[in-house]
């Protein structure tokens, strides 16, 4: 919903009960919010699977915030989203990519110069490289650093 006097395009997003936001971020066409207790919400567009929700219905807009079942175990510490992709770094070290690879920003294989369909999105976080440790991650409109 809007917001009274605010400017154009900013709305007011309800936060489940009991979850204390720490930090939320904005993509392209979707956002995330990370909680106190590490837990992760998105909301938005659910079309490339940039939410993390594997059972997302793909042709719906979320306008609350979601529960991404995967991280309920790990503690998440930082977020970066992309125009329609999303990365996650646990306090493991680890991170987890979900969302657009059109252009390989999730670093799934691909079959060559013909991409699969698997591998041209991911609605499931899937660990990038999951034997190594990241201290970080930024996404750009179409392409991921990873620290």
């Not at 070290?93 to 690879?101: A, I, L, Q, R, S």
Request: hydrophobic fraction near 40%; charged fraction near 15%.
């Amino acid at each position: 919903a809007s917001v009274p006097g605010a400017p154009h395009g900013i709305v007011k997003v309800e936060v489940p009960s009991g979850v204390v936001p720490k930090l939320v971020v904005c993509g392209g066409h979707h956002n995330i919010l990370l909680a106190e207790n590490g837990a992760l919400y998105s909301w938005g567009r659910a079309g490339l699977g940039q939410l993390g929700l594997q059972n997302a219905d793909i042709t719906k807009d979320y306008t609350k915030p979601m529960l991404i079942p995967k991280f309920t175990d790990e503690k998440v510490v930082a977020v970066s989203l992309g125009f329609t992709h999303s990365a996650v770094t646990t306090a493991e070290g680890k991170v987890y990519m979900f969302g657009d690879n059109s252009n390989g920003q999730l670093g799934m294989i691909t079959a060559g110069d013909s991409k699969t369909a698997d591998a041209k999105f991911s609605h499931h976080p899937h660990a990038i490289m999951p034997s190594s440790r990241f201290r970080g991650v930024a996404c750009g409109r179409y392409h991921t650093m990873l620290l």
